[in-house]
């Protein structure tokens, strides 16, 4: 005999479930809403970041709309009160304006800024805010389930949208008899 490698014709039979390797549960995060849309079937492959399903927006798109016109006006009105305080510090020398009324200019103008930064920061949550109204892939994998339906009430903390297997591996855990 020489030792090499050949095929084995014996097959093995057993029971087993198949799982994802590694499993993603997907759900809402923030505020609930009612589904919009639902973009993905159970078996599909889906990248990192691809829209899986959308939620109602109708009250968030108005309100993140109005916080960058706010945030507009904030940034226009800060300007007007640079420019008056720089025009206020100009004529200073000339005493053609009293120390009191350059110093409200002043505070006019960093209390605009500050309005600036307010809006800035409102617009900055109402786009997170925003963006929760969609639900997007956190990885690439394989969609394993999806339990999202349009018109369906979305909750933080219910079941969750879908569960993604990252990456696509899938493994399969069974018993084997001992003589096999």
Do not use: C, H, W, Y
């Amino acid at each position: 005999l020489v030792p090499g490698r050949s095929d084995v014709a014996t097959s093995v039979s057993f029971t087993g479930t198949i799982n994802a390797r590694d499993e993603t549960a997907i759900g809402v995060e923030g505020e609930g809403a009612r589904i919009a849309a639902v973009l993905v079937e159970a078996g599909d492959r889906v990248r990192r970041g691809q829209l899986l399903a959308r939620l109602d927006n109708s009250v968030a798109q108005p309100q993140l709309r109005s916080i960058e016109a706010s945030l507009e006006e904030a940034r226009a009105s800060a300007a007007l009160a640079a420019g008056e305080a720089r025009r206020a510090e100009s004529v200073a020398a000339s005493g053609a304006l009293s120390a009191q009324e350059i110093e409200r200019r002043r505070s006019e103008a960093i209390a605009a800024e500050a309005k600036v930064k307010v809006a800035a920061a409102q617009l900055a949550e109402s786009r997170a805010r925003f963006a929760r109204t969609e639900i997007r892939a956190p990885s690439d994998g394989l969609i394993l389930t999806r339990n999202a339906e349009v018109g369906q009430l979305a909750t933080p903390g219910s079941e969750p949208l879908f569960r993604l297997g990252r990456g696509g591996a899938i493994e399969m855990r069974g018993r084997v008899a001992e003589q096999d």
